[in-house]
């Protein structure tokens, strides 16, 4: 079962944005799946860090669009990308520090929520809003 799935409800109604969505999930359910298999260590150290970069680089362009256009709704959803980015700073520390830790259910609590709440509420009225 994959950790996300992609609903409807998702959709902002920008194309492109879906798209880039759609492969933070597919990122995401890669990752999880491949915890608690046969995995090595240096292969979940290099999803790990793959999920932080794409998920950062895509917080940064939301950002850069949002203060471009003055969005109203700025600090409020760049703290809710903050807090994300927190999450699995911590998942990174904790592997790194060989914690010994159940990483895909720590994974999936720090993310599902998170992604399915932000997709439909912050993302959502910020692509309608702006168009882009
Ligand atoms: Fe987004
Ligand atoms: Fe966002």
Known sequence: ???IDWRKEFETGVEEVDHEHKELI???NTLHEKLGTDVSREEVRGFLGDVFTNISSHFALEETV???HKYDEYQAHKSEHEQLLDDLRDIMDAFEANEA???KS???DAVRDWFVNHFK???ARLHRLLGV
């Open 1 to 3: 079962m994959a950790l």
């Open 26 to 28: 597919d990122l995401l």
């Open 66 to 68: 949002m203060r471009k």
């Open 101 to 103: 830790l159940d990483y």
């Open 106 to 108: 720590t994974l999936a």
């Open 121 to 123: 509420t912050k993302d």
